[in-house]
């Protein structure tokens, strides 16, 4: 395997393309890509630092979704959608679920609610994800998290099939993205790539600090570092000094809901802050870096909210296409 990142550049099962879109970004990480965005007005600066929102970025990914649904419609007709499976009445998981809805239709595609009761068994939830692994109206599936503390995530990648699995959970999309090989990524930390490429941030060569080891936005998204030949490092609630890390990493990723671990005095003049925290103080949502304190320190930062989430939101969209793509090639 070599270290050129597009050589990395996974492929979906059955040699269908996977998330060439996110990895096509890649080309545009400079400074001229930063001038032409901001002749352009989709780059703001506030005290000279770049505001890294999730609009732009996802109102591209979502168009590219858009076409290419099109040509798949017109090539085969009636497509595929998506099964998100929940298990409960949690509200954040109805609220995400309603935008899942509201994205893919926008996009001319479908996503079905499967909705299990809190009590539902182990069993249960087992028993229709393996009837939706062989429905041929679902190319996609979504189980929503967290689920009830009697069913664990276990239960879930002991029947999920991988080739569904848009959200990267299962044990071999996980592994495949550690080999640099095809596979679906969780679409929270490849859409924090895409940001970073959009906005023209330098990977190569880099020192990456990632605040946070998560499975499902620490981990895969150090990987997604490293393949971009990033030096990463990845910090934890037990990892000792962590100011020290942060004031050498030119780009710090934080995904911890702790506000303000990342202060604007511990950044090295010109790191790029991409903050994937949220938690709530006095009914305002914040992420894990302050904000307001990094402007005029920081070269680029993402906002909380309204950066993050909106390009998370689009790449489940892109997943779920790039599964569309391999389920009707393979059909």
């Known amino acids: 395997m070599t270290n050129n990142h597009a050589s990395l550049t996974p492929m979906g099962y059955n040699g269908v393309p996977q998330h060439e879109n996110l990895m096509d970004y890649g080309s545009r990480g400079d400074l001229d890509t930063v001038l032409a965005q901001e002749a352009n007005h989709e780059i703001e600066r506030i005290n000279g630092t770049i505001i890294m929102t999730g609009r732009p970025v996802a109102k591209e990914i979502r168009q590219q979704c858009s076409d290419d649904v099109r040509r798949l419609t017109a090539r085969f007709g009636i ?44 069993s249960m939830l087992q028993a229709e994800l393996g009837r939706l692994n062989v429905l041929p109206e679902v190319a996609a599936i979504l189980v929503q998290m967290p689920l009830p503390p009697h069913i664990g995530l276990d239960a879930v990648i002991e029947v999920l099939d991988p080739h569904k699995d848009v959200d990267g959970i299962h044990p071999e999309n996980i592994g495949r993205l ?64 962590l100011p020290s890390l942060i004031a050498q990493a030119d780009i710090i990723a934080t995904a911890v809901g ?49 950066g993050t989430g909106p390009v998370t939101n689009a790449m489940l969209l892109r997943n779920a296409v790039n599964a569309i793509k391999r389920y009707m090639h393979a059909a």
């Not at 954040?92 to 009590?119: C, E, H, K, M, W």
């Not at 499902?216 to 393949?227: D, E, M, S």
């Not at 994937?276 to 904000?291: K, L, N, P, R, S």
């Open 178 to 241: 550690a080999l640099g090989l095809d596979g679906y990524v969780p679409a929270t930390p490849a859409g924090g790539l895409a940001m970073l490429d959009f906005y023209g941030i330098p990977l190569s060569k880099k020192q990456a600090l990632v605040i946070g080891r998560s499975g499902v936005v620490g981990k895969p998204f150090a990987q997604l570092l490293l393949a971009r030949d990033a030096t990463v490092t990845i910090a934890h609630s037990q990892t000792q000094n």
């Open 79 to 122: 497509l595929p959608g998506l099964a998100v499976v929940r298990v409960g009445e949690d509200p954040p998981s109805l609220s995400y679920a309603d935008r899942i809805t509201q994205s893919f239709s926008s996009a001319g595609l479908t996503a079905t609610i499967v909705a299990l009761p809190p009590n539902a068994s182990r």
């Open 258 to 306: 702790k506000p303000g671990i990342v202060r604007a005095a511990m950044l090295k003049e010109g790191a790029s802050v991409l903050d994937f925290g949220a938690a709530m103080i006095d009914g305002v949502m914040t992420g894990d870096a302050d904000y307001r304190e990094c402007l005029g320190r920081a070269y680029a930062i993402t906002p909380v909210p309204g």
